[in-house]
Nanobody, 124 residues
Framework: QVQLVESGGGLVQSGGSLRLSCVAS????????MGWFHQAPGKEREFVAA????????VYADSVKGRFTISRDNAKNTMSLQMNSLKPEDTAVYYC?????????????????WGQGTQVTVSS
């Protein structure tokens, strides 16, 4: 089992940057593909980005391509999401998740473990 804890959310102006972190417990972190999702008020949870167990494969939602970068450090059991050029529409609760696969997945249904979420608010 994996426990995930996100941090790094906050309030930022449009065009600004934030870096989200996700710390995982457990010895098998490196065997999971990892992903980030977000959920805005009144909307369903949406895929943001995902990467493979070894950082070699990444997938991004079209809305964040070129602005967000996902990465992980298996030695430290951590994953990050660098968010640049933030827009008001990026405002949401951001969740990290772990999937029992090696390759990145875009569907929330394929993720077995979830963090509690961290709020990101982008003001215009």
């Amino acid at each position: 089992q994996v426990q995930l804890v996100e941090s790094g959310g906050g309030l930022v102006q449009s065009g600004g940057s934030l870096r989200l972190s996700c710390v995982a417990s457990g010895r098998t972190f490196s065997t999971y593909a990892m992903g980030w999702f977000h959920q805005a008020p009144g909307k369903e949870r949406e895929f943001v980005a995902a990467l493979s167990w070894n950082n070699s494969n990444t997938v991004y939602a079209d809305s964040v391509k070129g602005r967000f970068t996902i990465s992980r450090d298996n030695a430290k059991n951590t994953m990050s999401l660098q968010m640049n050029s933030l827009k008001p529409e990026d405002t949401a609760v951001y969740y990290c998740a772990a999937a029992r696969t090696l390759l990145p997945r875009g569907s929330s249904l394929e993720y077995a473990y979830w963090g509690q979420g961290t709020q990101v608010t982008v003001s215009s």
